[in-house]
Nanobody, 134 residues
């Protein structure tokens, strides 16, 4: 039973930093992807970043490049999103999502920027609120 649990959301001032955590459990194989998505009130959900659990390959949305960093601690089965230089437009509910890499037999296709699309994901966490305000 796959389960994803986000934590770390908070109220922070513009220019501040915050680290979100996604604890993953129940994946039967290690060829999976963890993505971060966010949704602001009245706006559609957008992909922020994603990472391959196996290789550490990462992709980022243009809006967060240079400010956000995604990384993993495989021993703890946890993926982090370090957010620096936060801006009010970063305010949103942030969701952790999980997906399996596409495979052909025993071969697994590598992570691609397609995993910034929510349609690729099968599992979702409950969300954690990030508010950036002075």
């Amino acid at each position: 039973q796959v389960q994803l649990v986000e934590s770390g959301g908070d109220l922070v001032q513009p220019g501040g930093s915050l680290r979100l955590s996604c604890a993953a459990s129940g994946f039967p194989v290690d060829y999976y992807v963890i993505g971060w998505f966010r949704q602001a009130p009245g706006k559609e959900r957008e992909g922020v970043s994603c990472i391959s659990r196996r290789t550490g390959t990462t992709y980022y949305a243009d809006s967060v490049k240079g400010r956000f960093t995604i990384y993993r601690d495989n021993a703890e089965n946890t993926v982090y999103l370090q957010m620096n230089n936060l801006e009010p437009e970063d305010t949103a509910v942030y969701y952790c999502a999980g997906a399996y890499l596409y495979s052909s037999g025993t071969y697994y296709y590598p992570l691609s920027p397609d995993y910034l699309k929510e349609t690729e994901y099968d599992y979702w966490g409950q969300g954690t609120q990030v508010t950036v305000s002075s």
